[in-house]
């Protein structure tokens, strides 16, 4: 056995003071020129690492808490069967020089060799962050964000790599994403590109996931990391149910409000993959990127490939610390709708009340209940279009975007004006009307399919497998993107629509290339970059056979996302909650059904179901009000008014988990303004038990030495903040299962 002992890290091997190259008010980047090492911080949060001066590669330092300097890793590290880039923690893993682990990077060579050599070359700083060309991003000025470039060359094979990263101080949030500029003569091909990599030291750690499916979305995952490689991935082509593109790792010892955490996140719709490898030396790799199977990405001499953005979010209050600074990054610095800070208006969608069978009559009758319930959006979901391909069910006309005749024989346009005329019972408010599209699907029994065969995802001569009767239309082609563009542009010309629900109900098969999937992602985010800029006064909700696509990278555009076809109220708590670890609970939609609940046959009382839609930021009915019996119709127009009240406070407040529902039977969650001068409290009893009692709800977020008002509607009482968050509430609860309350907290 030889033993090697490479690095000379005592050159490194005391603490270096930050010297501190501080640009005007970009003071959040500093640069120690000996090294040279590279920091962004805040008063709360460090990022360091710093260029190994024998090789030239970057080596990570800290991702965490506030920390005043660098602290340089353990010397002896080195020694064993490896080199100095088997034991180092790197910024940029490449592959091919003795790194054993999961590399960020992997590149073929026109030569057909996969080794790169990146080395450090220089930096630039900038106020502001750069736009990703193409792609959705999180953004701010000079004031929210400051970006640190870091330039890497392979003077081997002539690839240049531009490391960026983003810190935004007021988020405890880093953002990094790269570029890959091929500066030689021949093609090269990215196999494998992951936007967040560091190498965290020997810590027990857990990491935390999202997995689901169908109508399961978004169930918590919690485990240990141990040696070798853990992850999950996507490879749907989409986000999918399966996993969301997020994690979160922390030691086992913190809880939702206790200890540090960090989470990534990112802001991408298609085939992703987490990798966590613990190594040898007990250190933690972490990447988050693209996924291999689906990336091959061919760049020309001269071209660029930009990597879909990561956000993570360090945090010292919990797990709970670190969903809030997502949620409020996401609202100011990810989302472009102006829709995102305002109100809802309360929905009825058409779809489990009326399906595919309904006309222009029955479906303004609908229109006309839900107004006399107190809705003000009617949304006409799947079933309205299709001329020789009538949509009648699931099995044809998808892609022939005109109105059915023989639903509509004049079209959208006297259709929606007819259910603009009806008036919201109790108000002046006229009803507005909402549209349900699938742009990105085409059944084989459709117009366009039979003119177009070559537009949907295919691979030669393999089966164009149906998933629901239907295949996926390739956004990779122009003349795709231009088609969708042009029918939606028609579609808002016809009519007086408010509102848009685009869905999408099945991942992708047999794709052409494995490039295939990424440029079918660029060219979706073009369309929808598109239609939403040239419409932003529409509210536009995304869609995914429920929450199938709820991830950032579509965020960007709009303002929210149906959370999930499983709209029972019992196991919308555990949806809603899960998704909650990345996602403000603003962004959601979330609807009442009726009962016994077409997904899973559970009845809940009306109050349980509309109490969980509450906590969303859209609120609405999936049901026919005629089949409600009179006492659920009077009471829905109380329920409306009372989630419109608090409707304000949920779109821009702190959200906390109090108890989980994965662990309680009185799961809770409060929200809490930015100034603490009011809040809402959601609080629920799954199961009727005698024993034992429930635990006291001790609230948090609230203003400790101010009083509030604390009310449910009917009765009020007066409670300090300390007694609020340190005896908590003692809540009663009826002998009976799935109970709800709502309270809400104003300071006096
Ligand atoms: C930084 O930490 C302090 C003390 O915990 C806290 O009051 C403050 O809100 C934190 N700032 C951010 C941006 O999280
Ligand atoms: C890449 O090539 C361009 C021109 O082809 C040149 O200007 C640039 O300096 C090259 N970059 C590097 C890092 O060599
Ligand atoms: C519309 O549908 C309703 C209910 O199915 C039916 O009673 C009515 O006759 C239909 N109207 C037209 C014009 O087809
Ligand atoms: C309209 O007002 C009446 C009388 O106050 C009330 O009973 C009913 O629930 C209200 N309906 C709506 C939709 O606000
Ligand atoms: C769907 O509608 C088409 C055309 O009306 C019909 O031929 C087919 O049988 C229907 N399929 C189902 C599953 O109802
Ligand atoms: C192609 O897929 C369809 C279902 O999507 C199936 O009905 C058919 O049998 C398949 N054909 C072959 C040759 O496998
Ligand atoms: C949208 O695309 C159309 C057609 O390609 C183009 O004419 C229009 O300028 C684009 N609008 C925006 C806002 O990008
Ligand atoms: C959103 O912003 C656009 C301009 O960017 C404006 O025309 C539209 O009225 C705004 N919509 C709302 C609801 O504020
Ligand atoms: C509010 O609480 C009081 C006292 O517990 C109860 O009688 C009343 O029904 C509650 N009102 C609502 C709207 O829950």
């Known amino acids: 056995m030889r033993t090697q002992n490479l690095l000379p890290n005592r050159l490194l091997g005391c603490l270096f003071p930050l010297l501190g190259l501080v640009l005007g008010d970009v003071n959040w980047i500093s640069v120690d020129e000996n090294g040279p090492s590279f920091t962004l911080a805040s008063s709360n949060i460090s990022y360091q690492f710093h260029v190994d001066p024998l090789t030239l590669d970057l080596v990570h330092d800290h991702w965490g808490a506030y920390a005043a300097e660098t602290v340089p890793d353990f010397d002896g590290v080195t020694s064993g069967w490896g080199g100095p880039y088997t034991y180092s923690r790197r910024e940029f893993p490449d592959l091919g020089r003795g790194d054993f682990r999961v590399p960020a990077i992997h590149i073929q060579h026109a030569d057909g060799n996969t080794v790169s050599a990146f080395s450090y070359t220089g930096y630039d700083i900038s106020s502001g962050k750069p736009s990703l060309p193409g792609l959705p991003a999180t953004y701010g000025d000079e004031g929210d964000v400051s970006t ?17 990263y983003s810190i935004f101080p007021r988020y405890n949030a880093v953002a990094r994403s790269f570029r890959i500029t091929n500066n030689g003569s021949q093609d090269i091909t990215v196999l494998r590109a992951s936007s967040w990599s560091v190498d965290m030291p020997n810590e027990e750690l857990e990491m935390l996931d999202l997995h689901g499916d169908w109508a399961a979305e978004a169930h918590i995952n919690r485990r240990s990391v141990v040696y070798g490689e853990q992850g999950f991935r996507s490879s749907a082509g989409y986000s999918s149910h399966f996993h969301n593109p997020f994690l979160a790792l922390a030691p086992p010892s913190t809880t939702e409000s206790l200890g540090s955490a960090t989470g990534y996140s990112l802001v991408y719709t298609g085939s992703f993959s987490a990798d966590v490898e613990r190594w040898s030396t007990g250190w933690v790799r972490v990447l988050l990127g693209m996924n291999p199977l689906h990336l091959s990405w061919p760049v020309a001499p001269g071209e660029t490939f930009t990597s879909p953005e990561v956000v993570s979010v360090s945090s010292e209050q919990g797990l709970g610390g670190m969903s809030r600074s997502f949620h409020s990054l996401y609202r100011s610095h990810l989302s472009r709708s102006n829709h995102t800070f305002q109100t809802r208006p309360p929905l009825l969608n058409s779809w489990e009340g009326l399906a595919f069978d309904f006309n222009q009559s029955s479906m303004v009758k609908l229109a006309q209940d839900a107004a006399e319930l107190g809705c003000t959006l009617f949304v006409n979901d799947d079933g309205w279009f299709g001329t020789e ?65 070559d537009w949907c995802m295919h691979a030669g001569d393999h089966n164009r497998t149906l998933q629901r009767n239907q295949l996926v239309l390739n956004l990779g082609l122009q003349e795709v993107q231009d088609y969708i563009i042009t029918v939606i542009e028609e579609i808002l010309d016809s009519a007086s629509i408010r509102y848009i629900k685009w869905d999408n109900n099945r991942g992708m098969h047999e794709m052409s290339s494995p490039s295939a999937n990424h440029a079918y992602m660029l060219g979706m985010y073009r369309v929808i970059d598109n239609l939403t800029t040239a419409h932003p006064e529409i509210l ?27 709209t029972d109220g019992l196991e919308r708590l555990h949806i809603q909650f899960g998704t909650s670890y990345p996602y403000p609970p603003s962004a959601m939609g979330c609807h009442v059904s009726a009962v016994p609940n077409q997904q899973t046959g559970r009845t809940t009382p009306l109050a349980f179901r509309a109490a969980v839609a509450s906590m969303c930021g859209s609120f609405g009915f999936e049901l026919d009000p005629s089949e409600l019996d009179q006492e659920e119709r009077d009471a829905i127009p109380q329920l409306i008014s009372r989630q419109q009240e608090i409707n304000p406070i949920v779109i821009n407040g702190d959200f906390y988990r109090l108890a989980l529902p994965d662990q309680s039977n009185w799961p809770a969650a409060m929200f809490v303004s930015p100034e603490a ?32 008002k604390v009310s449910n509607g009917t009765w009020e009482q007066s409670w300090s903040g300390s007694t609020l968050m340190n005896a908590g509430l003692r809540l009663s609860w009826p002998s009976s299962d799935y109970e709800s309350i709502i309270l809400t907290f104003d300071k006096q």
Request: hydrophobic fraction near 35%.
């Open 148 to 164: 640190l470039i870091v330039h890497m060359y392979d003077s081997y094979s002539d690839v240049s790599a531009d490391l960026y």
């Open 389 to 453: 391909y009538p949509r009648n069910n699931d099995s044809l006309g998808l892609g022939d975007w005109t109105p059915n005749p023989a639903k509509f024989p004049d079209g959208l346009g006297p259709y929606v004006d007819q259910v603009d005329q009806i008036v919201v019972k109790n108000s002046t408010e006229h009803v507005q009307f909402g549209l349900w599209v699938e742009p990105e699907m085409v059944n084989p029994d459709s117009s366009l399919y039979k003119e177009h065969p």
């Open 540 to 566: 536009w909700e995304g869609c995914a056979s429920g929450g199938g696509r709820f991830d950032p990278g579509l965020l960007h555009y709009w303002p929210q996302s149906w959370t999930s076809d499983d």
């Open 677 to 708: 001068d009011s809040a809402v409290l959601f609080a629920f009893q799954i199961r009727s038990a005698l024993k034992p009692l429930p635990s006291p709800l001790k609230l948090q977020g609230l203003d400790a030495d101010a009083k509030y």
